[in-house]
């Protein structure tokens, strides 16, 4: 497939943005509640996460996501305005969709549900392609990067109460910063994911969250600490 159309979604992109009647053209992504805009973003993403999974970042076109979903080309064009746009759009989207925190009522119980879910997406058979396209895309192009940091973001605020409970039943030293004890879980099953590419397993899950406990019962994850 040639540069052009891998990146920049192929020649039949229009050379500007066009403006809507009476008002400037929306930023790339931005929405708009209901009605038949709110089911043109679902068509979209889910025709970006169909190709993200079959093809990966640098084969998404834009035309062809405008087929798939079922709509015009300079819709996708005027909305979004580049693949990128697409990606970052699609992990805001799932951020939003993604599960709640855990609350089993300890922290080990809470820390083995947060593995297993990260368990669960990297090794589902859509999800895992469709997050390594995105690792992928956030390795070489900017607006992904702070996309996919955004979406780690928001996942690790919606997990963050964990460690705030832990601290107040006595099982995490006062001060535990739950962002990095949340880090600390999902970090060894993303390196095995990303970068060596081995199979994940329930046992990898386990030994990480082991690991974890261990480390944050030593005072690890308090600043400046043990």
Not at 10 to 28: K, L, N, T, V
Not at 54 to 62: D, K, Q, R, T, Y
Not at 147 to 157: K, M
Not at 162 to 185: C, I, K, M, S, Y
Request: negative net charge; charged residues 20%.
């Amino acid at each position: 497939m040639e540069q052009d159309s891998r990146l920049g979604g192929g020649s039949g992109a229009p050379e500007a943005p066009a403006a809507p009647e009476g008002g400037a053209a929306p930023a790339p992504g931005a929405r708009r509640p209901g009605g038949r805009t709110a089911k043109v973003r679902r068509a979209v993403l889910d025709a970006t996460q169909e190709a993200l999974a079959a093809s990966g970042f640098h084969a998404l076109n834009m035309d062809r996501i405008a087929a798939g979903a079922g709509v015009g080309k300079t819709t996708v064009y005027r909305r979004w305005g580049s693949p990128a746009a697409l990606v970052a759009d699609l992990l805001d989207d799932m951020a939003e969709q993604s599960l709640p925190a855990a609350d089993t009522g300890d922290l080990a119980g809470d820390l083995r549900a947060n593995a297993a879910l990260v368990l669960e997406t990297l090794t589902d058979p859509r999800m895992g392609p469709v997050f390594r396209a995105v690792v992928a895309a956030a390795a070489c192009d900017e607006e992904c990067a702070r996309a996919l940091g955004g979406f780690y973001r928001t996942r690790l605020a919606e997990w963050a109460p964990v460690a705030v409970r832990a601290v107040a039943r006595g099982e995490l030293p006062p001060g535990t910063d739950p962002l990095e004890l949340l880090r600390a879980v999902s970090a060894p099953l993303y390196y095995r994911f990303a970068v060596t590419h081995e199979e994940l397993t329930p046992a990898d899950a386990e030994r990480a969250v082991t690991a974890t406990l261990a480390a944050a019962a030593a005072g690890a994850f308090v600043p400046d600490g043990p």
